[in-house]
């Protein structure tokens, strides 16, 4: 095991990263509030994952 953290959560980790990055609305913070900007980035994940198992 790694002292840094655990590999595979890492990797995931990164990879949620990577697939928010995709997002053109998330790439800059256009929202004022904290709570638009995390409804935001809920609905990219949801739009992502309907994506992977559709």
């Not at 990263?17 to 935001?40: C, H, I, K």
């Amino acid at each position: 095991m790694n002292p840094v953290g655990h590999p595979l959560k890492r990797r995931i980790v990164e990879r949620t990263f990577a697939w928010l990055a995709f997002s053109r609305r998330l790439n800059r913070d256009y929202e004022v509030n904290p709570r638009q900007s995390e409804t935001m980035i809920k609905l990219a994940l949801i739009h992502f994952l309907v994506k992977r198992f559709a």
